[in-house]
């Protein structure tokens, strides 16, 4: 699949576990991010296709990273990650318009279940 899909989280290796997850299943073009801001830089240099984001990290949170996105590129199909407790912060990603959100420890059929539903 040629879907192009932005890893951003502050944590290598979750990258690595979702990046392995997709890889496994199909998705080759796979980019990353340690922070909200690196996102951000590579979101306008990429135009990828979906970007998967962690909440928590530092530099520029991912409800932070998730505005600055959505406001250049109202249509950018986002998924935020969180760790249990975060609710409040997931509430307010889904409000700037993450169209989804998974909650971490990552289960891999949750991962390939969201993004194959948002992309198609």
Known sequence: ????????DDAAFM???????????GYTNI?????????????DAEKPDL???????????GIEALAAIKGKNPAAKVIMCSAMGQEAMVVEAIKL????????????????????????
């Open 51 to 61: 970007v998967v984001m962690d909440i928590t990290m530092p530099n520029m949170t």
């Open 31 to 43: 980019l990353e991010a340690a922070d909200g801001a690196i996102a951000c830089q590579v979101y």
């Open 15 to 25: 990258r690595m576990l979702i990046k392995d997850t997709l890889t496994k299943n």
């Open 1 to 8: 699949m040629d879907k192009k899909i932005l890893l951003v």
């Open 97 to 120: 318009g993450a169209l989804d959100f998974i909650v971490k420890p990552f289960k891999p059929d949750r991962i390939l279940q969201t993004v194959g539903k948002i992309l198609g």
